[in-house]
């Protein structure tokens, strides 16, 4: 065993993410299945929901040496485990690099650390693709040769523009789309063909100042902590489960150019963090919760 | 001039907390009235709302050797600066020991961080009154000679409970009020006879999980932090001008039960800041906005 | 299965904390053992040391239905599992109430917070015993009942003095020791009797500022953060493995008496939570690291 | 008056920063100066070190119909308050904008940081020139348009490569040096031309795990926080007045490679606030403390 904490692509492994209805002998059947078949576990970790008596698992294990091939693992999980406890399994490769997507619009200080991180190999990610309704960061994007379009977004013609996103989410194969301080709204059919696959960063503590203009709410409020929060989007706009979230201080000095200039810093870091989870394959969504291992 | 840090009554000093219409010449004004009469001044710090053209500052300066009696500072600031300018302002002196009542209800930990203070002198405050609707606190009162005065409240008789309550503050002479986790709501007519001189501890981040039971509430929301706020209390519940909030990082593991365990610590340090702001004269309210300096 | 965030009194469970050389199979070992046996798992954590090949677990388990009595669990345990996987193995039963004595000089504040959980039995713990070198905090353990024993230590008498404190803890059934702040060196004979079975609070963030003074040294070198550290005793004095650590911002305003205030606070929290954390039987000494699960 | 937080280009100001023996009627001399002069004072922060009887000041105040030419400014001010009250000053304009040096390893995410903010001009900065050991950041330079210098540092040659250095320092008029986790030791030499004009990240909280490999130590040390230092580099490696500290929590499932990884956002964050702090003069170094106003 050792730690999970390297990006996936230096480990050649599998990952298995499951919830099911809490009962005895759970982490012993699973624990047997990979030791039975010489799996060698690197990182194992449970949660059991007490109030909804929901049993909750990630569970990491070598591949080399393992005895079932890649390709069957699936089906054998499902048959000796899953379908006897009644799970719902998610199943992971780490040598797969997801393929993510940035919706952006003006601000760049998200996508800029996002394309920082992407460069220097922070993350086991592919990016082939951002998608803007401004042409700010159109230059951004080459700098790093990425194909990069560009949305007039109009009270009319939202339903054509999401149709042409959506067939450029297929044509790039996308895995995980983030929108990196993306200001429009995206409509209820686009957001639930890609339920706990995309990934918002709000500038607020939600569920504090959801909404537009967080900070100018924040600086009327007179709050001495602002904060970010990265969710995935659900229909719900600033309602989705929560990734991760973490505030500062200010004081009375702060004015709102103040806030906004803090924030940034906020929110590129905890954007990055839930993008760190969510491509490690730490993260189950369950309802309106997440639970990150 | 030396720092401000001490507790008040380890210092001779005197202390003005102003508000104007914001000017030029102010701080040339202000520190000549006071280095003219030989003042030297320990502290001065000062503030603009750009927004709204208000100028703040609070000035501490060293009594010993100031020309102007005690007894005549009010009114030679008020005629020479305060009239002039169309200044607010609020005059202390460090030698004045602060009187201070505590509102609790069943749960303990603030009242004991805060006896705890005052047994070991950290502040500048006397506390010869502790008012209840439990009796749970009695025995933790008569531990430091404390008076304790409990009032059963129903709905029926909260009008007559808070004039006895107030009676009593008149009484005991109080000029600042902590409600230390005191679960009773206080009418406009108690609160509004008292303005910047009640002190409350919520248990979360305002403007988050205002009214009643704010960990259940951010349990069910899955938030990654959970907070305290220190606030003046006003007529609008959970509304007042913010002294103090902070937070601490929660996780799926932890359940309501961790929350409010957690919690304790947070509400406990973040209203015995607020306090001590207060008790230092660094607050001055404007509008619902806290100045902390 | 649900948390154990609850205090161990609550629940009527067995834990076992665990280091073996790492090996397939030892969690699918573990937790058959215990499944076999009607054991429900309320909570397992593990972890590898990946330099030193070192694995670690925490497993907490229901005692309700369990098919071994509790008084052959260990001797079960061990023969079927510790003796085959070289483990070393600790056995706790949450209904055993731990004894703790606290050692104290002037400063009061850690006692204080200490006391007042205590009072409201936030921790699942008994303190019969106050061991100190001063006369300051006898009150205090006067209010809470507790019995306390004041040595006046020399340079001459530390030996007696100590074996006279060994038979305290001997005569009060202490299980552990917390020193706070407790300003005398204990001998390294004293230290090595308690192997993990004495915190201190150190009031810096170690390994800076080690020893005397810390306020002072911080202030001095003109820190932009103060800290606070909790660790087990060992005989190299501020070099035990750490527990629990924590800072808190400061700027140049800040004098050494308010680097001293604003510490206070923090050793209080940080001691609480080592202590939480040793109680809740969360800590597992490996040479001079602890895992905290 | 208003706030000094906007980047200074968009402010008409001036900013005097101001160090000299305590004494009676300062604030009211330097306050009077500027009002004669029919100068709106923006900001004014005073510090005094109590322990040194030294008065620190910076004030900021509008140009905008002061009566003083900009170009008579120092010279006045000198002659009727510097000297009398034998003090240092110094004076900025806000329309100036200072230049910037990076000089970098092979580390990128300081560099990456610093070139996205001044891409979206968030700081009032020039930076035309990046100094390497490595060839690794050649092609960001070239991205953002910077000429880019590498040489290669041996043990011999340092003396030229630091001469050469210095002439392009001369030859790009360079006001302020960052060194974005640059690997080479700066000789004394070197350093002393430039007093409070190199700032430093240093990947450890100091005094803590100074000199190479913090991470490591840290990790040996198993501390349960990581932490940033960003000071100015004096002749004493790693011991130069610290600007800006901040540390994350880490627990024992972080090995170094997770140290190293959590730690380079702390080390973004914290070069970049002091960056800030600097480039808005906010910055007063004094024997080996930073006043940050």
Same mark, same amino acid.
């Given at each position: ?15 298995l ?12 059947? =699973? *624990? ?6 010489n799996?060698?576990?690197?990182e194992?970790?449970?949660h &059991?929901?007490? $109030? ?8 990491e ?9 890649d ?25 797969e ?9 003006? $601000?760049? !200080?998200?996508l800029?650390? =996002?394309?920082?991180? %992407? ?14 309704? !401004?042409p700010? +960061? ?9 194909? %990069? ?14 149709a042409e996103q ?9 895995? &995980?789309?983030v929108?990196?301080? %993306? +200001?429009? =709204?995206l ?11 995309i990934?918002n960063?709000h500038? *607020? ?9 967080? $900070? !100018?709410?924040?600086f ?9 929060? *990265? ?11 929560i ?8 004081? !009375? ?28 394959r730490?993260?189950?969504? %369950?309802?309106?919760?997440t639970? &990150?291992?």
């Amino acid at each position: 065993m050792e730690s999970d904490n390297l990006p996936l692509n230096k480990k050649n492994s599998a990952i298995l993410l499951i919830h099911c209805p809490d009962k005895k002998g759970l982490v012993a059947a =699973i *624990s047997r299945f990979l030791s039975r078949n010489n799996g060698n576990i690197l990182e194992i970790d449970q949660h &059991v929901d007490k $109030y909804k008596k929901v049993f909750f698992m990630r569970v990491e294990w070598d591949l080399d040496g393992f005895l079932i091939p890649d390709s069957d693992i699936g089906r054998e999980f499902t048959e000796q485990i899953a379908k006897p406890f009644d799970m719902n399994r998610q199943l992971y490769f780490s040598r797969e690099k997801p393929r993510m997507a940035v919706f952006v619009s003006r $601000y760049g !200080h998200c996508l800029h650390d =996002i394309l920082a991180r %992407y460069d220097s190999d922070e993350w086991h990610v592919e990016i082939p693709l951002i998608i803007s309704n !401004h042409p700010d +960061m159109k230059e951004v994007a080459g700098r790093y040769g990425i194909d %990069y379009y560009q949305f007039q977004v109009t009270g009319k013609n939202k339903k054509e523009v999401e149709a042409e996103q959506i067939k450029l989410l297929e044509t790039y194969q996308i895995d &995980v789309t983030v929108l990196a301080r %993306y +200001m429009q =709204i995206l409509s209820d059919d686009f957001v639930s063909r890609y339920p706990g696959r995309i990934i918002n960063i709000h500038h *607020s503590f939600l569920p504090a100042f959801p909404g537009a203009r967080p $900070y !100018h709410s924040a600086f009327e409020r007179g709050v001495k902590v602002i904060g970010a929060t *990265s969710h995935y989007v659900t229909a719900d706009l600033d309602e989705g489960p929560i990734i991760e979230q973490d505030v500062i201080h200010v004081n !009375h000095r702060h004015d709102v150019e103040d806030l906004v200039r803090k924030g940034r810093d906020l929110e590129k870091v905890v954007l990055a963090r839930a993008i760190w989870h969510h491509l490690q394959r730490h993260t189950l969504v %369950y309802e309106n919760r997440t639970i &990150v291992f």
